[in-house]
């Protein structure tokens, strides 16, 4: 699975991952974090993820890192802002407001590029990634946050019933992936309203990460 992967699904609007709305586990169980107001947030592979959108109306700024230009543009496009867009250093910066999202390859961002965070939301990354990246994935953006905090949803069903992406994240992975650094908390579960295209039921988890 490599970039070539991706742009086909965005270019092709294979996005079955994409939700129309915000999840309803960050809008229940985010106020965990405890965060300050105007608190800077760092989603990576953001796509164009409504969730942004909720971040902003609740006072949060927004900071993305997306490998999709084109999920990006439409990003930018739903939020009804238009972005000015720069070089940084191999990445390419879209920003608008209070949300600015690099596009590119998420290893290629750096801590001095990305600049502080409060905390990271990891929705769609972590469950985006094989098994041999999660690790190098975990501590790298452990790295490039100075190990902010996260508000981490994962997914568990049966991963013989269907290929990932996304893929099926339990509480032992999470703690294999993350736990060396941070102290792992489930906060809640609940089925996946839809389900998923060929799996059997799907939980997606809610873990806090310190």
């Not at 070089?87 to 998420?106: I, M, N, Q, W, Y």
């Not at 790295?143 to 339990?170: K, N, V």
Request: hydrophobic letters at 50%; charged letters at 20%.
């Amino acid at each position: 699975m490599d970039a070539a992967f991706w742009h086909r699904r965005w270019e092709s609007n294979e996005i079955g991952f994409h939700q129309g709305e915000a999840n309803a586990l960050l809008v229940r169980h985010f106020a965990a974090l405890l965060l300050p107001e105007h608190a800077r947030i760092f989603v990576p592979l953001c796509g164009k993820t409504r969730d942004i959108a909720w971040l902003l109306s609740r006072g949060y700024r927004v900071v993305g890192a997306e490998l999709s230009r084109l999920a990006v543009e439409q990003l930018f496009e739903e939020l009804g802002v238009e972005p000015e867009t720069s070089a940084s250093g191999p990445l390419l910066r879209f920003a608008a407001g209070e949300v600015e999202v690099f596009v590119g390859d998420v290893f290629d961002l750096t801590a001095a590029m990305l600049g502080a965070v409060a905390a990271v939301y990891d929705r769609a990354a972590l469950v985006a990634l094989p098994a041999g990246l999660r690790e190098r994935y975990a501590a790298h953006v452990a790295a490039i946050t100075r190990s902010a905090p996260q508000f981490l949803i994962c997914m568990e069903y049966d991963q013989t019933t269907r290929q990932g992406p996304p893929f099926s994240i339990d509480g032992a992975e999470v703690t294999r992936v993350h736990g060396a650094r941070y102290q792992v908390t489930e906060l809640a579960r609940a089925a996946l309203e839809g389900g998923l295209k060929g799996a059997g039921p799907v939980q997606e988890t809610v873990w806090l990460l310190r």
